[in-house]
């Protein structure tokens, strides 16, 4: 599609676009457009997460939050099969592309107790699955953990190793410095 086509197909799904000096979108807005865009459900949930995390700017007007459409799309495109291929490149065949739970929409990685709050630094739980479960495949030759071991965190942040390993009846300990991290990991 040509820019002219797309600035024309956005237009008609955003009349409100007319006149605007930047293509911005409410949250709400944003949710509907990423939607048509991908084909898929994305809820206002999904936007707001990709402001809190800084995966596109929060620009403020009259006390109004608004989304930049390009930055939204430039996120998108960077999303739509454009990262396997970088990295296939870069990596070659060692890359196990499977790990990247690209499928996944935000909410699906964020599964259950995990969605309960932000935490920068926490990791998707499928990620840990993967590792502590009894599966091999290509690249996961052997399994090191079954029910009844025990998995030590010392860095556990917010706990999502110690929950997965839990529901996968590996017992956990975790260790972190903060003692809001720690708070979090007691409540999960």
Known sequence: MTTLAKKQHENYLFPEFIGRKEHLLTIKEASIWATNHLKKNVTTSNISYLIQYGRIRRIEQNGNTFISIAELNDYYQSYNGSRQLNYKEKLGDDLNWALSFDQYKEAETTKHVHR???????????????????????????????????????????GTTM?????????????????????IVIVK
């Open 163 to 183: 929950t997965q390993s839990c529901e996968l009846g590996i017992n956990a300990i975790g260790i972190d410095i903060s003692m809001f991290n720690a708070l």
């Open 116 to 158: 309960l709050h932000p935490y920068k630094g926490k990791f998707i739980p499928q990620l840990v699955e993967y590792f502590l479960d009894s599966h091999t495949d290509k690249f996961k030759k052997e399994t090191y953990y079954k029910a009844g071991d025990i998995v030590l965190d010392p860095f556990c942040g917010s």
